[in-house]
């Protein structure tokens, strides 16, 4: 239901955006600011996801947790969606999303409605014995060139 009034409602106040904008500035200059806007946007999002791809990237390595600059990491790209499409509810919104701090409260609303029930790095859960077939076997081998005769019919996979 919400998904439904969000592309009913969002459209709606563009239009009459635009209308009070474009009535107040002009055609051009509002054309101009929505052009400007998806400008500067777009560099801003190249920035702010840098930052959240090397913080993933940190969280990988050091393996800590990834869901907070994977959280981040995807509201910046809906930032950027929302940055792209043409219209001034959307750009704000957006500009918003690239501020950390409503990122933050964003992510923070999100945890009381989301509930991780587990979370596993390198093939099990903390807490829990390996698998059996997670056993790493160390082995050593050697490589011997062969001459392979030239192949001019068939591959052999296939009789005649």
Do not use: C
Not at 57 to 69: A, K, M, V
Not at 71 to 83: E, N, P, R, T
Not at 122 to 143: A, K, L, M, W
Request: net charge neutral; hydrophobic share 50%.
């Amino acid at each position: 239901m919400w998904l439904f009034l969000a592309f009913l409602l969002v459209p709606l106040i563009e239009i009459g955006l635009f209308i009070q904008v474009g009535g107040a500035i002009g055609l051009w200059p509002t054309l101009l600011i929505v052009v400007l806007t998806a400008v500067a946007g777009t560099a801003l999002v190249r920035s702010q996801g840098a930052l959240a791809l090397a913080r993933l990237r940190s969280s990988f390595e050091t393996l800590h947790d990834p869901t907070e600059p994977l959280a981040h990491g995807a509201m910046i790209l809906f930032s950027g969606a929302l940055l792209l499409t043409p219209g001034f509810f959307t750009d704000a919104v957006g500009f918003a999303l690239l501020v950390p701090a409503v990122r933050n409260i964003v992510l923070r609303e999100l945890r009381k409605r989301v509930q991780v029930r587990g979370m596993s790095m390198g093939g099990h859960r903390p807490g829990h014995p390996p698998h059996p077939r997670d056993e790493v076997i160390d082995v050593s081998y050697t490589v011997e060139d062969v001459d392979e005769p030239p192949r001019n019919g068939p591959s052999g996979w296939t009789r005649h």
